[in-house]
């Protein structure tokens, strides 16, 4: 799908200013965000600002995530193209297809069905055969695809879901939003749980600022 020439300038430029400057170095990672529209993930008064270095609104109260923010994340999981990713937190589904560009199978689970709905209607054009979306609680994960190489979360919780424990598989990675205890009321560390026959190693990484994982479906 061809973008129109002033918005696939924006995306290049968006790579070398916002990602590959601030420190983003996997080539496939710049690559991914160099080849998914963003425009397609934002309502159509949006689109001007769809390259923004900011989340923006995607309705039913949530955001598509900071670009920088996806980037982080996906460089974070050190995929090679092998790997079976759990998305959670669909949203626009932005995130979702540029995972499916890094790994061989994506999957992405969204507890809100009008967004989810809304998220497949946006990544129809992009023809990933290899992305799977559910409808469903993301703290029980998704056992029927389970165990996972890598899962993300895009919503903060104050531990990790059990059920995205279980379903790492050994040797995987995990990158999700933590609200850190006592400190401030909105304060969250990016954090990374590493899953080894000895058990799980979590590492704390940036300060960040993501709506909270619920509960249940909507
Ligand atoms: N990755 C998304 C960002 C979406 S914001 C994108 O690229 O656009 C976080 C999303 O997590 C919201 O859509 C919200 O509805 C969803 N969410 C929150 N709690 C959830 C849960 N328990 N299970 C699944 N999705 C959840």
């Known amino acids: 799908m061809s973008a129109p ?9 968006m790579v070398e200013h916002q990602l ?6 996997d080539e496939r990672v710049l690559a991914a965000m160099g ?3 963003r425009e397609l993930f934002v309502a159509d008064e949006l689109r001007d600002r769809a390259y923004d270095d900011s989340a923006l609104p995607i309705g039913f109260g949530q955001t598509i995530s900071q670009p920088y923010m996806v980037a982080l994340i996906c460089e ?4 090679h193209g092998g ?11 932005y995130q979702a297809a540029v995972l499916a560009k ?24 992009l023809k990933l055969s290899n ?56 304060a969250q560390r990016l954090s990374l749980i590493e899953r080894s026959s000895r058990g799980y ?9 993501f709506v909270p994982l619920e509960t249940g479906k909507a």
Request: charged share 30%.
């Open 201 to 209: 190693v979590e590492t704390e990484l940036d300060p960040v600022r």
């Open 102 to 125: 890094l790994a061989e199978e994506g999957y992405s689970i969204e507890r809100i069905r009008g967004l989810l709905e809304r998220a497949r209607a946006n990544l129809l054009g």
């Open 83 to 93: 790997e079976r990713v759990l998305d959670v937190g669909t949203g626009s589904g």
């Open 5 to 13: 020439p002033v918005l696939a300038e924006r995306r290049r430029d």
């Open 35 to 37: 080849r998914v529209p």
């Open 76 to 79: 974070q999981l050190a995929l």
């Open 131 to 186: 992305l799977r979306l559910a409808h469903g609680d993301g703290n029980e994960g998704l056992a029927k695809a389970a165990p996972f190489d890598s899962i993300i979360v895009a919503a903060a919780a104050p531990l990790v879901p059990e059920g995205l424990l279980r379903q790492l598989a050994m040797g995987g990675r995990m990158i999700l939003p933590l609200k850190s205890p006592g400190a401030g009321r909105d």
């Open 20 to 25: 590959r400057r601030r420190g983003i170095a």
